[in-house]
């Protein structure tokens, strides 16, 4: 008696927690995302723009696209170049993982390899926050795994892949493989999905509750089966309504059975292709069939994802599933049909991360006007520009702090620009603590990039100049000229009058205290002369070297033009008498 309450105990318990990981799991999908999307059998540029054109049609954005990685094709160069281009195409990625065919038949994969995987996988910058990864496909055909049927050996690859893949990330979208549900329990070739399953979960300890564990979805061939022939009317088992009886099915294994579903597999072959292959139905049905299904299963909340098999495929094999016609650019019927149907437009998560790569300056004078270049780089998933509604933003600025940015430029993940914040400092003496961070339509949308800023009074600047061969300087024409490090004007100040070879500005406004200037002082007939210096809170004192009188026509350089425009005596007696 007690040992079956335990048990029924038990049992509650892992339904609970089958439950509680399942609801989780849905809280890492964006709602109301767009649903189309489409199964690829290579990844180039034209089958991706093919694809884009596809299912971010008619209002729709953010569709998916099911690809498949093999394990001697991780090239890490050539996937993040595919990712980076389905970023720009806004299509969201869901990567089967395959071994590599070895006769007749797909090898099996061992758990030891799951570390290596997932240190590929990781090392990759996705397209979106989840990272949907599918574990290799349709076991139960033992053409797929190894030559044999083997639901324990499944298993223990599954869970281990799956641990690996979430000690490197949280954001792997971990999902079993697809499987076929039409399959015969035929030893040694085939085996029931239902019975495969079973011996899968019962052959783990604990009922496979780690691997339910570490599930965040369900991968779903629904095909309408028997022969691909069925009506898309059609419910239960072999129908393309498969997921739904799938997902009753691990209710029943303790296994989840609120899993959210992605059908990576589904469709209908068409009589036409290389060669007419009858009992198929006519390519104006299967495009007919293709509206039904997508019109019928957007609908269903725990439907995300619906990629039909496949886009392009030019061989014999699959070529009478292929959307694309052979030795063509163009497409069967279907593909005109399910672009013209009305789509949602997408807002998946993508991880937002800025870096500034130059200090910003601490200290500002009050009343002032700045120009101030900041380097940033995008270490995110996004690409940034004014066009998506990015903006460079300062938060807790006060209002009487007048600001803009210039226009974003667009910014891909590690690239980096410039942007430049126009700012004006109020009178009024402060401390702040203020941050940047970059925003989309108005919202925060990355990590905060402190700044402490304080607005301190105007400094004062002291200087000493002489002019050759004078003994003693004095003059009401001189002038100031400062000058940031993109030798930008910042400060500019006329009619300075030096007496004893000593000049004094008050109040210098528009610098960056703690950074470095070039000073410059000008005078009529006198090559300039500067100094650098970094400027400091109250005083500031520079020394420059004196001042030589061999700019005659003023162009603020001595050239042989100096000499033709030599100064008549007068000018001349004034220039180089020493007193």
Same mark, same amino acid.
């Given at each position: ?20 990981? %399942?609801?989780?799991?849905?809280? !890492? ?9 489409? #199964? ?31 394990? !001697? ?21 869901? &990567? ?44 139960? #055909?033992?053409? @797929? ?11 223990? &690859? ?32 085939? @085996?029931?999905?239902?019975? +495969?399953? $079973? ?19 369900? %991968? ?38 609120? =899993? ?77 049909? &399910? ?14 991360? =800025? ?63 410039? &942007?430049?914040? #126009? ?39 002291? +200087? ?13 024409? +001189? ?24 000049? =004094? ?10 950074? !470095? ?20 809170? $109250? ?12 700019? +005659? ?15 008549? !005596?007068?000018?001349? #007696? ?6």
């Amino acid at each position: 008696m007690k040992r079956t309450i335990i048990a029924i105990l038990l049992i509650v318990i892992l339904l609970a927690v089958g439950k509680k990981e %399942a609801s989780a799991t849905f809280e !890492k999908i964006d709602p109301q995302n767009n649903k189309f999307g489409i #199964h690829l059998a290579v990844v180039s540029d034209e089958d991706l723009e093919d694809a884009a054109s596809l299912v971010n049609s008619s209002g729709g954005d953010w569709g998916y696209v099911t690809v498949v990685m093999e394990e !001697k094709d991780r090239n890490r160069e050539k996937w993040q170049k595919t990712f980076d281009r389905m970023r720009e195409l806004h299509l969201i990625p869901i &990567v089967r993982l395959a071994t590599y065919l070895e006769d007749d038949h797909w090898q099996k994969p061992s758990p030891d390899e799951a570390s290596s995987w997932a240190e590929f996988l990781n090392s990759l910058n996705w397209v979106v926050k989840n990272r949907y990864v599918v574990l290799f496909n349709e076991p139960n #055909h033992a053409k @797929e795994w190894g030559d044999k049927i083997d639901p324990a050996g499944y298993g223990q &690859v599954a869970l281990e892949f799956a641990r690996k893949l979430k000690e490197k990330n949280p954001d792997f979208f971990v999902m079993l493989a697809g499987f076929d549900a039409a399959a015969p329990h035929k030893l040694p070739d085939f @085996e029931d999905e239902e019975l +495969f399953l $079973r011996r899968m979960f019962v052959s783990l300890p604990n009922w496979g509750q780690e691997l339910i564990s570490l599930l965040d979805g369900w %991968a779903s061939h629904s095909y309408p089966n028997h022969g691909f022939i069925g009506s898309p009317y059609d419910w239960g088992r072999n129908s393309i309504r498969t997921y739904l009886w799938e997902i009753n099915l691990l209710g029943k294994f303790n296994a989840g059975n609120n =899993l959210p579903v992605f059908i990576t597999e589904t469709g209908w072959p068409h009589v036409e292709g290389i060669s007419l292959q009858r009992g198929y139905y006519s390519q104006k049905q299967v495009a007919e069939n293709f509206r039904l299904l997508f019109t019928q299963l957007i609908h269903d909340p725990k439907v995300i994802a619906i990629t039909p098999f496949i886009l392009n495929y030019q061989s014999d094999l699959f070529d009478n599933f292929s959307w694309r016609k052979p030795a063509s650019r163009e497409f069967y019927p279907q593909f005109e049909v &399910v672009q013209q149907l009305n789509k949602t437009e997408g807002k998946p998560k993508q991880e937002q991360k =800025l870096l500034v790569l130059e200090d910003l300056p601490q200290k500002l004078v009050r009343g002032s006007t700045y120009q101030i270049n900041i380097k940033i780089k995008n270490e995110g998933q996004a690409i940034w520009s004014q066009k998506e509604g990015y903006h460079l933003d300062i938060s807790n600025i006060p209002l009487d702090f007048n600001f803009f940015f210039s226009e974003l430029p667009k910014i891909k993940p590690s690239e980096e620009e410039s &942007v430049k914040l #126009h700012l004006k400092t109020p009178e009024k003496l402060t401390k702040l603590d203020l941050s940047l961070a970059i925003t989309q339509n108005h919202q925060s949308v990355s990590n905060q990039i402190p700044w402490s800023l304080e607005i301190v009074p105007a400094p004062s600047l002291e +200087f000493s100049v002489s002019l050759f061969p004078k003994i003693k300087t004095a003059g009401y024409d +001189f002038k100031i000229l400062i000058y940031n490090e993109q030798n930008e004007v910042v400060f500019e100040k006329n009619n300075v009058e030096v007496q004893n070879s000593q000049g =004094l500005i008050e109040e210098v406004n528009n610098l960056a205290l703690g950074e !470095k200037y070039r000073v410059v002082i000008l005078k009529p007939y006198y090559l300039p002369r500067q100094e650098f210096l970094v400027f400091r809170e $109250r005083k500031n004192q520079i020394t420059f070297k004196p001042m030589l009188p061999l700019d +005659f026509n003023l162009d603020g350089k001595f050239s042989p033009k100096d000499i033709l425009s030599s100064p008549i !005596k007068p000018q001349l #007696h004034r220039l180089w008498w020493p007193f």
